[in-house]
């Protein structure tokens, strides 16, 4: 914790959230340990690789997006490559409203 510039989840559990909450309450017990101020620390969150509909609409981006963020400031980023909406719902639309939108 001393040298690191930023921490990365991706949440690969029966729980991600849980998973990911978790993980953010370590790194900051470990931050005060190192004498560091853990809002200083960049996080992202790699979605795509859980069966959350992170990509079925941009309301449920939005949804899951504020529960994990829990008051936090995270950047968040679908993952390339894999669809978990069901009906495969990764659409050009989906993705255009998410980037175009000031998360």
Do not use: K
Not at 7 to 35: F, H, K, M, S, Y
Not at 38 to 49: E, Q
């Amino acid at each position: 914790m001393r040298h690191g510039q930023g921490w990365i989840a991706n949440p690969q559990t029966d729980d991600p959230l849980g998973e990911v909450r978790g993980q953010v309450d370590r790194l900051g017990e470990l931050c005060t340990e190192a004498g560091r101020d853990v809002a200083g620390m960049r996080r992202l969150l790699l979605t795509g690789f859980t069966d959350e509909p992170w990509l079925a609409s941009p309301a449920a981006y939005d949804d899951l997006a504020g529960r994990y963020a829990g008051g936090r400031d995270h950047r968040r980023r679908p993952a390339p490559g894999r669809d978990p909406a069901p009906g495969g719902s990764r659409t050009p639309d989906v993705l255009a409203a998410i980037a175009g939108a000031d998360r």
